[in-house]
């Protein structure tokens, strides 16, 4: 294919294709990729995100599809083709998104009118699927734990072994999701999903292990989604069982005009603490949150939350509330987020030997990014760097954390 215009290549992917040779049109569509003009490249990306579309290849479509966003944020077209990709792969809140961003960069009245036919598209949901994160994770307090090497109580000052205070070190977490969904009708589904978050350390006595799994419906009405679930999780640290919690929740989102979402979950749920059963109790939750397309490739959400737990011993029972912004933009090379959170915690009563009540707050600052220009097949290289402070009127709790995260994530 050497010496070839790319009008010559072109056609001869064309005539591949109408041939059935899917392999000689991919080559000639790769070598387009390469070529110095931006319409060329674009071109050709997109005729072989349609072919691999053709040939049930949707993630490596996907990955040419946010490449192609990258060079020209404002196609309409190919950002709806990503979505109909993406919902074909079951990334139900990613595909919705995209669907938004479409909306908000302003789409043609012809357009604008296949839009709620690729909406309809995420009812027809691949019915299984996953998705993987890994990543090295150099982090400044991996137990989150004080700095200070002594405790004040009501009797003496503790000293505080070296277990019990601050450790850097640095981890390797693991974060993935299974899910199997199966629809009844168009507007209901059934589904399963396990997920796991682990950070595992060279010394094993700081490893934490969360994962669970959930049943659940979706019952699609109009501008409505409302998924009522069930499910419990596990949580190990240091190799020991540290607690089981039951759930029960409820999520309801609703489309707010044609580029925002309003989402609200509600639960409840029983928490078993292994370590120490004074802690058992109930566990119920509040969340209300915001999201909207700014534009075809920026946005952000604002979500408010509350908390309210209960336990055997009334010093271990809290009040907590708090609120986040998130941010996000793509550009030519990479995704950019970034998000803070703020949250006030109260608890009912004082610890026997602690001489104040435990009251406190907490701050978080987190920015990252996602290289998708530097995509192996459907991953590419995600980095993460986040700030935490917590400010207690105990010691014990009383903390600064700083980590980032170095690893990989799905490109789209």
């Known amino acids: 294919m050497t010496g070839l215009r790319a009008v010559d290549l072109f056609d001869i992917a064309l005539r591949a294709e109408q041939a059935g040779k899917m392999d000689v049109a991919e080559r000639a569509y790769e070598a387009l990729a390469h070529d110095p ?29 946010r490449a192609i966003l990258g060079d020209k944020p404002d196609a309409a077209r190919v950002r709806l083709e990503l979505g109909a990709a993406l919902a074909r792969l079951g990334y139900v809140q990613a595909a919705r998104r995209e669907l ?24 027809s949901l691949r019915p299984f699927g996953g998705s993987l994160e890994i990543g090295l994770a150099p982090d400044t307090n991996i137990n989150r734990a004080t700095r200070s090497e002594t405790l004040d109580t009501i009797i003496a000052p503790f000293q505080l072994s070296d277990d019990a ?35 595992f350390y060279r010394e094993n006595q700081f490893d934490d292990l969360l994962y669970g799994g959930q049943l659940g419906m979706e019952l699609r009405l109009g501008k409505n989604a409302i998924a009522p679930t069930f499910g419990r999780n596990w949580r190990r ?9 039951d759930t029960a929740a409820v999520d309801w989102q ?25 802690q058992d109790g109930r566990i119920h939750s509040a969340d209300l949150s915001f ?105 014990l709790y009383d903390y600064h954390r700083l980590s980032a995260t170095f690893g990989i994530t799905r490109a789209f």
């Open 37 to 65: 003009d931006v319409e060329v490249r674009t071109e050709a990306r997109f005729r072989h995100a349609m072919l691999l579309k053709l040939i049930h290849r949707d993630r490596e479509a996907a990955v040419l599809l």
């Open 165 to 199: 205070r601050a450790k850097s070190g640095v981890g390797l977490n693991i974060g993935a999701q299974v899910f199997a969904r199966h629809w009844l009708n168009p507007r209901i589904a059934l589904e399963a999903r396990l997920s796991s978050h682990s950070s």
């Open 254 to 278: 609703r489309s707010i005009g044609r580029t925002g979402l309003t989402d609200v979950r509600l639960s409840t749920g029983r928490a078993d603490y292994r370590v120490n059963d004074l």
């Open 291 to 395: 999201e909207r397309s700014l534009s075809g490739t920026f946005g952000g959400a604002v979500t408010l939350s509350g908390q309210r737990q209960t336990a055997r011993d009334a010093a271990y029972a809290a009040w907590s509330g708090g609120a986040s912004l998130l941010a996000w933009k793509e550009t030519r090379r990479m995704s950019l987020f970034a998000s803070v959170a703020a949250r006030r915690l109260r608890a009912d009563a004082r610890i026997f030997l602690y001489p104040a009540k435990r009251e406190e707050w907490f701050t978080s600052a987190s920015v990252g990014a996602t290289f998708r220009q530097l995509a192996i097949r459907d991953f590419a290289p995600l980095v993460r760097v986040t700030y935490e402070r917590n400010a207690s009127t105990l010691t």
């Open 237 to 245: 640290f240091g190799q020991k069982a540290y607690s089981i919690t």
């Open 100 to 123: 938004r961003n479409a909306e908000a960069s302003g789409l043609p009245k012809q357009i604008a009118l296949i839009v709620d036919q690729y909406s309809l598209a995420l009812r």
